[in-house]
């Protein structure tokens, strides 16, 4: 647990899986932080102040020393409060734990995002392929373990929120076929598992509201077809 | 230094940026290794075996354990041999580290060579605009430190090695000015302690072979403009 002594700040925003990554291991270490909710269409001062890089979220602002990137995040909760450890102790695993969040980052979401959001049909199909080989890889790595991490919540379950979380909702306001329990039955029984843990259950943000958001926001891009 | 019992191989290819952090990790740390040179116009079974998601180098097998890409290796290798640390002890600075090395690969590494690499001029435009303010974060962060790890060549400085010895030979050949010592004299002060330190000089390609194997690259991309 944190300690009176300590000082934590989480700027968000409610729609963010890399937001609610941090979130996730805020509350496995047992973390009381005071949550800022950012208005990414019109940015605070703070954000602008303490992430100038790149000016998004999740930052962490930890006894006045600030921090962006949410995987850079979540390994730094992990190495300040050694509790619940969410990255394993062999070097070996360590790396192969950030291989495949990394990978979740560079292959998953920049491909399903794509996929979902444009609206040229052969940059869709594309996208939608490469999301296929993607969750592939990940559906083999999985093997026949509860979670990434084995029998705990580790690093790559946590960056795969995304998958757990945001894909069966853009795919469901899109109509279109991304990571279903037929392609994927492995990773999909792993996102089931995941999303009923009782500390991820609660730190998801309300389905609702975000659903809506997103469809609001592919209405406003595929008006414009 | 790594023990007689330590089997370790690298995959790479001579010009590739990403293998040259690898071979300086490795000779901060003294382990010896066998180096496999891969032709990427025709992959070696080895390497589809040993990096079947991403088939790039850098790859290392360490006692029949095979793991890619290049910032998680170099980590790995900080974690497995513990002399000479190339990542510091403390969590936010590490976590700046890992900041700061990702952030050359996400902001300077893809602007900086589609600077180079496009025919559009727009484009090209575009990209050098995106590489000064990325170097000028860097020129920022450098303050009046030696290295980016302080007195010593950290994760950082070698994620560096790109802009230190790359991007210069990339300008020459394109006739571009995107690290100058006018522009950024703190970074080009920083390049060029760094290209000297003993062991990083003693593992940066020959810089002949490259520049010409560029060179052509650059002649064939823009022949057909």
């Known amino acids: 647990m944190a300690s009176s002594q300590e ?3 989480l700027l968000g925003a409610i729609g963010s899986p890399f937001v609610c990554r941090v979130k996730i291991a ?3 270490k047992g973390v009381e932080y005071k949550y800022v909710e950012e208005n ?6 703070q954000l602008l102040k303490y992430n100038p890089v790149h000016k998004k979220v999740p930052v962490i602002v930890h006894n006045d020393k600030p921090l962006a990137e949410s995987l850079v995040i979540v390994e730094y909760i992990d190495e300040t409060w050694k509790n619940n450890p969410i990255l394993p102790s062999d070097p070996y695993q360590r790396a192969l ?3 495949w969040s990394k990978f979740i980052d560079d292959k998953v ?3 399903s995002w794509s996929a979902v959001s444009t609206i040229d049909e052969k940059e869709r199909e594309k996208n939608v392929k490469e999301t296929f080989e993607a969750l592939q890889f990940l559906e083999n790595e999985l093997k026949d373990k509860k979670f990434f991490g084995g029998e705990e919540v580790g690093l790559v379950d946590i960056a795969a929120v995304y998958i757990a979380f945001w894909i069966p909702m853009f795919q469901e ?3 279109l076929d991304l990571f279903t ?5 492995k990773l999909y029984n792993w996102s089931q ?4 843990h009782p500390i991820v259950k609660e730190n998801l943000p309300p389905r609702e509201p975000v659903f809506a958001f997103f469809k609001g926001l592919f209405e406003s891009i595929f008006a414009s077809k």
Chains 1, 2 share one sequence.
Do not use: H, Q, W, Y
């Open 97 to 99: 734990a950030r291989f």
């Open 40 to 45: 990414l269409a019109n940015k605070s001062e």
């Open 181 to 185: 329990s037929e392609k994927f039955p």
């Open 26 to 28: 805020f509350k496995l």
């Open 7 to 9: 000082d934590v700040t």
């Open 109 to 111: 979401v920049g491909a």
């Open 173 to 175: 306001i899109r109509g």
């Open 193 to 196: 598992e995941f999303l009923n």
